[in-house]
């Protein structure tokens, strides 16, 4: 069977996923820094491997990616999905403490587990894989308050082109799903009200996370040879496409 590793596995997109890639009857890796909700996820499944993982651990993103290939001996993909969000705030407001949380989560923290993917990747016989990042609709536009968040997923863009550019000659494939409005705990207020670019605060439509699932799963799925480079998924009337 082929072989994923999902961070953020514990809740929302990352569960929903992983949830997904089991059902299917590959083998999952579950890393997130919660051990009891990881094991809840996992379950009984037989191909699910939870592992306790803080992303912004060197040491623990190596042991993690180690552990990985011990049990299933590869790894085919990487769905490098950790993040986290801050309420809103203008760049005067915001403290550097929590600029850098937001880096080290949003960013290095895809950069550590990316790493230990592509050197497995590269490695491994037969040669290859695929790393798909999560990015946000806000590496394409920001909301209002969100100059940390939005400058991550930005940067996340730039990993995911530099990847897919440097694994062509490994067979590794790397590509970007942004993804709007999902229902999960963390994005919770955006359905009740958030503000707008105009100033106002109005609540926005949501989509369930089996269809953001899907979409990773569409992704993954992808013939050697085939990529997606970026996927945006959305709800159909959030006001993404006119913000501004």
């Known amino acids: 069977?082929?072989?994923?590793?999902?961070?953020?596995?514990?809740?929302?997109?990352?569960?929903?996923?992983?949830?997904?890639?089991?059902?299917?009857?590959?083998?999952?890796?579950?890393?997130?820094?919660?051990?009891?909700?990881?094991?809840?996820?996992?379950?009984?499944?037989?191909?699910?491997?939870?592992?306790?993982?803080?992303?912004?651990?060197?040491?623990?993103?190596e042991a993690a990616f180690a552990a990985v290939v011990a049990r299933f001996g590869r790894i085919d993909v990487l769905f490098n999905n950790a993040g986290k969000m801050l309420k809103g705030s203008l760049i005067d407001e915001l403290s550097v403490a929590d600029w850098r949380g937001m880096v080290d989560v949003n960013l290095t923290g895809m950069f550590l587990c990316a790493r230990a993917a592509f050197r497995q990747m590269r490695g491994q016989a037969p040669m290859g894989g695929r790393i798909l990042n999560n990015g946000s609709v806000s590496a394409h536009a920001p909301r209002p308050g969100s100059v940390a968040y939005t400058a991550t997923k930005h940067a996340v863009t730039g990993l995911t082109k530099t990847l897919a550019l440097d694994g062509r000659p490994f067979d590794i494939a790397a590509g970007q799903i942004d993804i709007g409005n999902a229902r999960t705990e963390l994005a919770a207020q955006i359905g009740k009200g958030v503000p707008q670019a105009d100033g106002s605060i109005k609540p926005e439509p949501m989509m369930d996370l089996p269809e953001v699932a899907a979409a990773v799963w569409h992704m993954a799925n992808q013939p050697k040879g085939t990529n997606i480079p970026f996927l945006s998924i959305m709800a159909t009337n959030m006001p993404w496409l006119g913000r501004g």
């Open 1 to 61: 069977m082929p072989v994923i590793v999902i961070t953020g596995a514990s809740t929302g997109i990352g569960k929903a996923t992983a949830l997904k890639f089991l059902s299917e009857g590959w083998d999952v890796a579950l890393l997130a820094r919660s051990a009891d909700t990881l094991a809840e996820v996992a379950g009984t499944h037989p191909n699910a491997l939870p592992i306790p993982c803080d992303v912004t651990d060197e040491a623990q993103v």
